[in-house]
């Protein structure tokens, strides 16, 4: 049965799609092996980060019955509110570049510039700001593959390793999820409105 959205994909892969603040930055030299490690780890802890603020702000519905439902609610929308504050501040404090809809997985990402300043070839980092409340941006190593005549750059990343390559999946994995769980409440409620908090 065709739930209303469409599978996101990218190099044949489940890929991840929003708009969010992101950068490419041309390296004009290759990282050293000890830098690329330091950011892994770093990539690691962050993707580590989000999936603990996804699962924080999608859990179950709670048993109306037990004596601290009203508690719990009362404590995750607090959280909630404490989250969103904190993303506020940190907009406010640390500028980020302007958020452009971006498709990406662990194989590469796809973006859309209005006058691109890096060509076919050229190395870098693609900086993704996932979540308001994070401070650091998810940093991916890649090569340009190719910029079209309308800004379309299409960017395949450098092997990041086992363990980064599974947290991103999980992460466009609980993007789909959270899209088709929408687009099923907006079918049964119409003045749903679909969205849900980065």
């Not at 607090?78 to 504050?85: A, G």
Request: proline content about 6%; glycine content about 6%.
């Amino acid at each position: 049965m065709y739930e209303g959205v469409d599978t996101v994909v990218l190099y044949e892969e489940l890929a991840y799609q929003d708009v969010v603040p992101l950068q490419w930055r041309t390296l004009p030299t290759p990282l050293s092996t000890d830098a690329q490690t330091q950011l892994a780890e770093r990539n690691v802890r962050l993707l580590q980060a989000c999936a603990a603020l996804d699962e924080h702000g999608h859990t179950e519905k709670t048993d109306e019955n037990s004596p601290h439902a009203a508690d719990i609610l009362r404590l995750d929308l607090k959280i909630n509110l404490l989250l969103d504050l904190v993303g506020r501040l940190l907009i406010a404090n640390q500028p980020r570049p302007a958020p452009i809809g971006v498709r990406f997985n662990a194989q590469g990402a796809t973006w859309k510039v209005a006058a691109p300043t890096f060509k076919p070839g050229d190395e870098g980092v693609l900086e993704i700001f996932l979540k308001d409340v994070l401070v650091e941006p998810l940093r991916m190593l890649g090569r340009v593959a190719a910029v079209s005549a309308e800004g379309q750059v299409k960017v395949k990343f450098a092997a990041q390793g086992e363990t980064i390559a599974d947290l991103i999946e999980k992460l466009a994995f609980r993007k789909h999820r959270r899209q088709v769980a929408g687009s099923r409440q907006s079918r049964i409620d119409p003045s749903a409105t679909g969205r849900f908090k980065r």
